[in-house]
């Protein structure tokens, strides 16, 4: 398994580096589910779970829709994969269309880095959905870095077990 991922720069200032590690880790979750056929993509974990490569696509397209489009862009719209606000149907894959999934996942990062960019600092506000917080730009991105950090170790598994492929 190759990864197309550039490494984080080890200088630089606070936005380019938080930048460069959310990027890096979108790339691991990309890298982890390259080459595999649909079947592969929605294997789950283990039974009862229903954790799968192509859930935790799913799942990341939400998480960055909620925090940059609708927290921070202050967007009015609803989750990508449930009408009624439920984040785990993400996780439901039996019928899911991967190409509509990493499609629907490319446009929420795409969002997510315009946003950012067009922010003019990490102090800017927002509003988290669920409590009605203000969160700052600086801890969404700091969030998402988490969100991907440990759900790419979730991918490192269901990788291994699916081909046997480590790395990236």
Known sequence: MTAARTDPPLT?????????????????????????TH?????????????SLLGLVRHLAEVERVWFRRAIAGEDLGLVWSAEGDFQAAYDVAGADVDEAFAAWRAEVEHARRIERAAPSLDVTGVRPRSGAVVSLRLVVLHLIHEYARHNGHADLLREAIDGATGA
């Open 39 to 51: 079947d592969q993509l929605r294997a789950r974990s283990s039974p009862p779970s229903s954790l």
């Open 12 to 36: 630089g200032d606070e936005r380019t580096t938080l930048r460069a590690y959310l990027d890096f880790h979108r790339a691991t979750l990309e890298a982890k589910c390259a080459g595999l």
